[in-house]
T-cell receptor
Framework: QKEVEQNSGPLSVPEGAIASLNCTYS??????FFWYRQYSGKSPELIMF????GDKEDGRFTAQLNKASQYVSLLIRDSQPSDSATYLC??????????FGTGTRLTVIP | DVKVTQSSRYLVKRTGEKVFLECVQD?????MFWYRQDPGLGLRLIYF???????EKGDIPEGYSVSREKKERFSLILESASTNQTSMYLC??????????????FGPGTRLTVL
């Protein structure tokens, strides 16, 4: 049974702070991990992917992966009100499928 | 500019009707997907297709069927719509291998209401 656990939130952080979004997954065979951002009423869009243990940075976003602990996280530095959205964690399972978590709703307070 | 389009943004149907949701992508992607998204349940995979005329069941295929006669088009069919199929339906497409930065793109979604 595949499972992806995310804290549903809402997670509230003040503008300029670091937002930390966490995700655990059950499928040890997952090798690649994707983070999608979904604004209310819109479809998901990819913001980060990671497939090696450790950190991967892209602008204000850092993805962290620990396969031994089956844990992946997304850090957003210098959070902006425009970062307010739901963030979906999605390990790649099988040949080419993503299994999505239910998402964490982030609110950045001006 | 990559694009996945869906035939309708909003759709209202009656119980028992046959419903067709159409999805078209212009990126020459091999893989296409249909998801439904419900509050508290997240995105759940209904069906996917990795080639023309090929289809695979996802996690919740019951009550649905699909058709892929052309590479760019993937249709979701509700043979006899029921109220528990009221949901947001999202189509997506991706290259055959979508790790290492080659991503899955989503369409704008169809909000289906079954009365």
């Amino acid at each position: 049974q595949k499972e992806v656990e995310q804290n549903s939130g809402p997670l509230s952080v003040p503008e300029g702070a670091i937002a930390s979004l966490n995700c655990t997954y059950s499928d040890r065979g997952s090798q690649s991990f994707f983070w999608y951002r979904q604004y209310s009423g819109k479809s998901p869009e990819l913001i980060m992917f990671i497939y090696s243990n450790g950190d991967k940075e892209d602008g204000r976003f850092t993805a962290q992966l620990n396969k031994a602990s089956q844990y992946v996280s997304l850090l957003i530095r210098d959070s902006q009100p425009s970062d307010s959205a739901t963030y979906l964690c999605a390990p790649k399972t099988g040949a080419n499928n993503l299994f999505f978590g239910t998402g964490t709703r982030l609110t950045v307070i001006p | 500019d990559v694009k996945v389009t869906q035939s309708s943004r909003y759709l209202v149907k009656r119980t028992g009707e046959k419903v067709f949701l159409e999805c078209v992508q212009d990126m020459d992607h091999e893989n296409m997907f249909w998801y439904r998204q419900d509050p508290g349940l997240g995105l759940r995979l209904i069906y996917f297709s990795y080639d023309v005329k090929m289809k695979e069941k996802g996690d919740i295929p019951e009550g649905y069927s699909v058709s892929r006669e052309k590479k760019e088009r993937f249709s979701l069919i509700l043979e006899s719509a029921s109220t528990n199929q009221t949901s947001m339906y999202l189509c997506a497409s991706s290259p055959r291998e979508f790790s290492k930065g080659r991503e899955q793109f989503f369409g704008p979604g169809t909000r289906l209401t079954v009365l």
